[in-house]
């Protein structure tokens, strides 16, 4: 009982939809790439060693999902109170804009260098994010809209500022780096030193760590995405937040200012995004804002992020990973299977399209459990359902019944427990 | 009756149920061809149902249906549609920024071959159906820009399009002003006298009196009587809807009236469409009295309540709580003046479904001490709390504080909302609908607890659709129709007969 009760749980779980999408991604790009004539299993395996082969590349994945995992802690965090921050595209691009700007103007000692770049960046997302609150929240204007229209004008008001004069380096498509003494990379200078490289050979596992941009901001990602945890949470702010997202109406009937709260998500929201800006510029080379012709995606991942992470904050952290795995390891695929990399994306896409599929895993394992409930009733008695303790669908049947009992006319409300109970 | 040509629609023994419920049990109905005829109940009677069996989006469970003596089988409305049969919803389905040319001919466009609208014959084939019936519209203008009056035109016109010889109009005067419902009257005529046959569920009497032929009764998902509406009166009609009802008794001392706590004066507001609703309302709650404001869903309640709790702006008057006004300043300001709210639609205003009965039970309290200090949430605090509540009103299961209060019955849900808002310590407690789609022990336990708080010297505002409850619970009942208190009794004095025609709008209309 106590061990099928457990599974019965653990199948209704979103984490267990959530492994059936990703393990759905790798069979629909090993299919793929056997169509195509790739060997399957030595693609995959160069996708894997290209994550995990070395301690290097490992340092890697970490590094490359960093942002993603703020980007997606934006996202996930706007998600909570029902806003879909597409917007977090834009809101990156402003924070890291700004990181650059003050990094490279203001010449001042670490302690105080990088919390001011910090606070640039994120009060650059936060703004950015806050005019879609307010838009949202003043006018009604669909956030989405807004975000995506945002994001262009980010794109291109940071393509003006790298081609000023005061901030372009010259012969380069990028900006004048920050100051050194912003920068959040570890050992930069021990690095260079004799010490170091004897050091390095005596102990060559560090050593191929060293040679990657290790720096703090995936301990800031992990610290930023505590931190909203505890406010989801454990405050009141989150509460709102939550009650907004969940209930509008019942939150507003509480007496929570719904359109405060939006403004307010969004400018938090905006501030994460922009403060994985800042973790770019502070944590890897060159260190500056390069000029795009493009997004890099980094806002756009972490709505990708944030829906396979289900929301979930901590989630988001596992997500990341797998996302930045899967996009750094995608290279090795390329170049030790010869597969081309894009296939990296249809898995991405694949695994997102199950994701959002979730509701399916869950009506599979509801009507195999009917089906088991029904052929369980059959050979016991043919008791009503009355003793209602059987399992869990047979648990749900005896609140529709009984809500159904107490309102006459009401097949919204049938149709309403039968949808949640999907 | 057995089935017969000169009936249009005849329904014989119909029973439906849902889980538990009956909601209809061996209903009759009988239809004349040619005649307008009205289905009066009560709300949750079973009209509605019973005409959603008709048009085929229920099937009941047992009995027959019958078209001018014909047996059918309705399995959906596209089977109701090719018989003929037309439903008009209480809300429209149509398409805002379509004309109404495009609207009716939705579905069934017509075209030129090839997949091709015809636009130019759809218009005046639609303009011939305007002019025979007297349905004024232009079939050029947009459904956003027209009133909800020639929406219902739009409707009907959709249904006759289609060629309906039977026309079902479900509440179709709810949402019409007065001028609108002598209009759709006059259009009703026209269709009658074209050889078609019209179902209308309501429950104004008024309207029955002024438009149909003949009126079945149900009440509670029984089928009472058919009568010819010419040979009986308002009151007698009253009378079948709401029944000679048991009293359920409910064990209360008379009430000790102190001050008055709460009153409401000339009250004016509009609806969503801004359309008045309430107009010139006048209440009043004393310390130690349960008022109950008894009337007919759709005459202003909610929108009452949402003036009282700063969800919809007044347009003219004054609602005061301990002297001091509150209206048209913020949900939270009604919640600090000492009134708390049981809402009638629980899972929706009243509860977050995906908090814990925890988080729930702090809804409205959460920012205060000791539930939070600066802005971080103490959970122990705000779990001791609910215990105690859990405690205190025997809400089930007990320890539920971590669960997900979606899991919970009905009942309890209704506990944990009515112990919430009775620990705020109000002046004043509204209460909704209290007892909705609760049974009969949890409807109990709620009058409990309402007549508890008065005896504590609460001022308490019961407001429901259900006049047994009002009449058992209230110690003063107010009758509003159309926006207005149209008068108030001492329980004493409450009969239910004479508040059953007030609700109705007859009592009006006796005075005139």
């Known amino acids: 009982m106590q061990r099928s009760e457990f599974f019965k749980n653990f199948w209704r779980k979103p984490i267990f939809a959530t492994i059936i999408a990703i393990l759905s991604g790798f069979i629909v790009a090993a299919i793929i790439l056997a169509s195509a004539g790739y060997n399957p299993w030595t693609s995959l395996g160069a996708l894997f060693y290209g994550m995990f082969g070395r301690p290097k590349y490992i340092s890697n994945v970490i590094i490359k999902s960093t942002p993603i995992i703020v980007t997606g802690l934006s996202v996930a965090f706007a998600y909570k109170m029902g806003l879909f ?35 640039a960046g994120v009060a650059a997302g936060a703004l950015y994010g806050g005019i879609i609150g307010l838009l949202k929240g003043r006018y009604d204007i669909n956030e989405v809209i807004t975000g995506i229209m945002l994001n262009w004008i980010a794109l291109y008001f940071s393509n003006y500022i790298v081609n ?3 901030f372009h380096k010259p012969n380069t498509a990028s900006m004048y780096a920050i100051n050194e003494s912003g920068y959040t990379s570890l050992f930069t200078q021990w690095k260079t030193t004799e010490a170091a490289a004897t050091f390095f050979q005596e102990h060559p596992f560090i050593g191929d760590i060293m040679r990657t941009d290790v ?44 359109k405060k709260n939006v403004i307010q998500t969004m400018l938090i929201a905006g501030g994460l995004a922009g403060m994985a800006g800042v973790l770019n510029i502070t944590g890897i080379f060159p260190h500056a804002v390069s000029q795009l012709s493009a997004f890099e995606s980094y806002g756009l991942n972490g709505l990708c992020v944030a829906f396979i992470a289900g929301g979930s904050p901590i989630g988001c952290i596992l997500a990341g990973l797998l996302f930045g795995g899967l996009l750094y390891g995608g290279q090795s695929l390329q170049y030790m299977a010869g597969a081309p990399s894009e296939i990296i994306n249809i898995m991405i896409g694949t695994i997102v399209f199950f994701v959002g599929l979730e509701g399916l895993v869950g009506m599979i394992v509801d009507r195999i459990e009917k089906r088991k409930a029904a052929k369980s009733k059959e050979s016991g008695s043919s008791d009503s359902g009355k003793s209602g303790s059987g399992t869990g669908g047979s648990d749900k049947k005896e609140t529709v019944t009984t809500e159904t009992k107490q309102e006459i006319q009401s097949p919204e409300l049938k149709t309403l427990e039968t949808g949640k109970s999907q | 009756m057995k089935p017969d040509k000169e009936y249009a629609v005849q329904m014989h023994d119909i029973t439906k149920t849902f889980g538990a419920c009956r909601a209809l049990d061996n209903v009759q109905l009988d239809v004349k061809k040619g005649t307008i005829h009205a289905i009066l109940g009560e709300n949750g009677a079973g009209k509605t149902t019973l005409m959603n069996v008709l048009y085929g989006l229920y099937r009941q469970d047992s009995g027959e249906v019958y078209l001018y003596g014909e047996k059918v089988d309705i399995k959906n409305p596209t089977v109701a549609i090719r018989h003929g049969i037309g439903m008009v919803h209480q809300h429209f389905m149509l398409v805002e920024n379509f004309t109404v040319a495009q609207n009716i001919i939705l579905g069934q466009e017509t075209t030129k071959g090839g997949g091709v609208l015809d636009l130019k014959r759809a218009k005046k084939e639609v303009e011939e159906l305007v002019a025979r019936y007297g349905l004024q519209v232009n079939p050029d203008a947009q459904i956003s820009d027209i009133t909800v009056g020639m929406q219902q035109r739009v409707e009907i016109l959709k ?66 009587d058919t009568v010819k509406v010419a040979d009986v009166t308002q009151s007698e009609l009253a009378d079948m ?26 009250l004016q507001a509009s609806d969503d469409r801004g359309l008045p609703v309430l107009k010139n309302l006048n209440l009043a709650v004393h310390a130690g009295e349960i008022v109950g404001l008894a009337g007919i869903d759709g005459n202003g309640q909610k929108e009452l309540v949402e003036v009282i709790t700063n969800l919809r702006k007044a347009d003219g008057g004054t609602v005061k709580i301990d002297g001091k006004e509150i209206q048209n300043t913020t949900t939270r300001n009604t919640m600090n003046s000492g009134v708390s709210t049981i809402h009638e639609d629980r899972q ?16 409205d309290s959460y920012m205060k001490e000791p539930f939070s200090k600066r802005g971080v949430l103490n959970k122990k605090a705000i779990h001791d709390f609910t215990s105690q509540l859990i405690t205190e009103y025997d809400i089930r299961p007990d320890n539920c504080g971590d669960m997900p209060i979606r899991g919970l019955s009905g009942g309890n849900q209704q506990k944990v909302i009515i112990a919430r808002e009775i620990a705020n310590d109000p002046d ?7 007892t909705r789609g609760l049974d009969v022990g949890a409807i109990e336990n709620v009058h409990k607890m309402l007549i508890r708080e008065r005896d504590k010297g609460k001022a308490v505002l019961l407001i429901s659709l259900e006049l047994d409850e009002v009449l058992n619970v209230a ?12 008068g108030t009794f001492p329980q004493s004095e409450a009969d239910e007969r004479t508040i059953g025609l007030m609700m109705a709008g007859g009592g009006t209309d006796a005075a005139e």
């Open chain 2, 475 to 486: 110690d003063t009942v107010a009758v509003i129709y159309d926006g207005a208190i149209q």
């Open chain 2, 241 to 266: 809807m709401v029944g000679h009802k048991v009293r359920l008794s409910v064990d209360k001392e008379a009430a000790k009236p102190g001050e008055t706590i709460f009153e409401i004066d000339n």
């Open chain 1, 164 to 166: 000023l004069e005061i």
């Open chain 2, 159 to 224: 249904a006759l399009y289609r060629g309906v010889d039977i026309l079902i109009l479900d509440e179709p005067t709810a949402v019409l002003t007065p001028q609108e419902i002598e209009d759709l009257i006059g259009i009703m005529h026209r269709l009658v006298d074209d050889g078609k046959t019209i179902i209308i569920i309501t429950h104004k009497l008024r309207e029955i009196k002024a438009s149909a032929d003949e009126c079945t009764i149900v009440r509670r998902g029984q089928y009472i």
């Open chain 2, 428 to 434: 004043l407690l509204i209460a909704v609908q209290p």
């Open chain 2, 348 to 363: 929706k205003r009243g509860l977050v479904l995906d908090f814990t009965v925890d988080e729930n039970a702090v809804l």
């Open chain 1, 85 to 119: 921050n597409i917007g977090a595209e834009g809101q990156y691009i402003m924070g890291a804009l700004a990181a650059n700007v003050v990094g490279y103007l203001v010449d001042a000692p670490a302690i105080i260098e990088i919390p001011l770049i910090i606070l």
């Open chain 1, 215 to 258: 720096n703090m901001g995936f301990i800031i990602a992990v610290a930023l995405t505590i931190f909203i945890s505890w406010v989801l949470f454990k405050t009141t702010k989150g509460y709102q937040l939550r009650a907004v997202g969940y209930a509008q109406e019942a939150a507003e009937f509480a007496g929570i200012d719904v």
